[in-house]
């Protein structure tokens, strides 16, 4: 399996919003609504930010949201906020023997 | 609070053996599916392997055959035993927590080093 496709790098002016896209295949972000999202400051351990697509753990602000199209998944940042520049990790279930794949990591930039 | 503590990182040259431990606490261990997930330096996230509270495991197809996950419910520990390291498994090491194929929880991870 390849990994899911995000791009290398996104940025936003805070308070603006910021879509991050995530594209898998049918056989994993298609397939199952088990995609979650984490945050990673430099340095810092991964936090989990979305899961099952678009719920939130509890303390994780409601700026973040995340959605899916057929074989896409996105997370949106609303209202930017300085603290919100990390790099961001998407993750799907794809099921059979190599059952979870990790998306490249897109680096955000608050301008 | 829970709390994952990875340890048993370290340089090792190419084709030897580490092993990896994370010891578990604050939840119900064994009633949890738990993962290793790695990040070379300076790059992104690799799932690693997984196993069920059953002993169920999964394993990337770059560390089939070479890694085995295991557990010990009684002592709240789960293992990741790295055999023939190549200079590519060179990452830092988490242990997670995995209910529902999630990492909801992360330890601080450990270093592994493969280097002649």
């Known amino acids: 399996q390849s990994a899911l496709t995000q791009p290398a790098s996104v940025s936003g002016s805070p308070g603006q919003s910021i879509t991050i896209s995530c594209t898998g295949t049918?056989?994993?972000?298609?397939?199952?609504?088990?995609v979650s999202w984490y945050q990673q400051h430099p340095g810092r351990v991964p936090k989990l930010m979305i899961y099952?697509?678009?719920k939130r753990p509890s303390g994780v602000s409601n700026r973040f949201s995340g959605s899916k199209s057929g074989n896409t998944a996105s997370l949106t940042i609303s209202g930017l906020q300085t603290e919100d520049e990390a790099d961001y990790f998407c993750?799907?279930?794809?099921?059979?023997?190599?059952?979870?794949?990790f998306g490249g990591g897109t680096k955000l930039t608050v301008l | 609070e829970v709390q994952l503590l990875e340890s048993g990182g370290g340089l090792v040259q190419p084709g030897g053996s580490l092993r990896l431990s994370c010891a578990a606490s604050?939840?119900?261990?064994?009633?949890?599916?738990m993962s290793w997930v790695r990040q070379a330096p300076g790059k992104g996230l690799e799932w690693v392997s997984g196993?069920?509270?059953?002993?169920?495991?999964y394993y990337a197809d770059s560390v089939r055959g070479r890694f085995t996950i295991s557990r010990d419910n009684s002592k709240n520990t789960v293992f990741l035993q790295m055999n023939s390291l190549k200079v590519e498994d060179t990452a830092v090491y988490f242990c997670?927590?995995?209910?529902?194929?999630?990492?909801?929880?992360w330890g601080q991870g450990t270093l592994g080093t493969v280097s002649s």
């Open positions: 993750c799907s279930y794809a099921g059979g023997s190599t059952p979870v794949i």
């Open positions: 049918g056989d994993d972000v298609g397939s199952y609504d088990l």
């Open positions: 099952e697509g678009n």
């Open positions: 604050g939840f119900t261990f064994r009633a949890h599916d």
């Open positions: 196993i069920s509270p059953s002993g169920s495991t």
């Open positions: 997670a927590r995995t209910p529902n194929w999630k990492f909801d929880y």
